[in-house]
T-cell receptor, first 114, second 111 residues
């Protein structure tokens, strides 16, 4: 089975540019999560979706961040305009419904904003 | 508000040693607790998931225990190997489909 697929794996861009991160969850999983990982703050949940609907975006740091899930097999996290403090590793994860289902992670996108 | 703490932050042991990693959480009302492994530059790999009604789970050389009343979980690694070197994270699932992660224990097993 294919796992959670994220693209790109690495992104380097200049401050002020728009950045779009992509995620394909595991087929059949109806929950999708976006996380950000930094040395200072560890792993933080940004937003999660259930059946393509955003449920909780309280972790999204600012209005510069937005996320969409147009269908069950694709999600994007967009940063516009990007800032150097957005540099981090961004992970996407998915899971099935149920209290005892594990969460599966992609390999992440390492984002560097210059 | 649920808080998850992992101690120690880093650990270095000789190959073959048995070791214990600790995870503490402040709110005992959890559905499950999951242990992950993260290799450098990689995502998180699920190792074990313990349901709230369970006391422990085992997979190969790994054994995870859960004591909800005291807000603690341990991950026991038997006969450690250099390939076990990684960062180990625990995550608590308290409902509303949010996982709260600890900051991790960075393990290095010396050959």
């Amino acid at each position: 089975d294919a796992g959670v697929i994220q693209s790109p794996r690495h992104e380097v861009t200049e401050m002020g540019q728009e950045v779009t991160l992509r995620c394909k969850p595991i087929s059949g999983h109806d929950y999708l999560f976006w996380y950000r990982q930094t040395m200072m703050r560890g792993l933080e949940l940004l937003i999660y979706f259930n059946n393509n609907v955003p449920i909780d975006d309280s972790g999204m740091p600012e209005d510069r961040f937005s996320a969409k899930m147009p269908n069950a097999s694709f999600s994007t996290l967009k940063i516009q305009p990007s800032e150097p403090r957005d540099s981090a590793v961004y992970f996407c994860a998915s899971r099935k419904s149920g209290d005892y289902q594990p969460q599966h992670f992609g390999d992440g996108t390492r984002l560097s904003i210059l | 508000k649920q808080e998850v703490t992992q101690i120690p932050a880093a650990l270095s042991v000789p190959e073959g040693e048995n070791l214990v990693l600790n995870c503490s959480f402040t709110d005992s009302a959890i559905y499950n607790l999951q242990w992950f492994r993260q290799d450098p530059g990689k995502g998180l790999t699920s190792l074990l998931l313990i349901q709230s009604s369970q006391r422990e789970q085992t997979s190969g050389r790994l054994n995870a225990s859960l004591d909800k009343s005291s807000g603690r979980s341990t991950l026991y690694i038997a006969a450690s190997q250099p390939g076990d070197s990684a960062t180990y994270l625990c995550a608590v699932f308290s409902g509303t489909y949010k996982y709260i992660f600890g900051t991790g224990t960075r393990l290095k097993v010396l050959a």
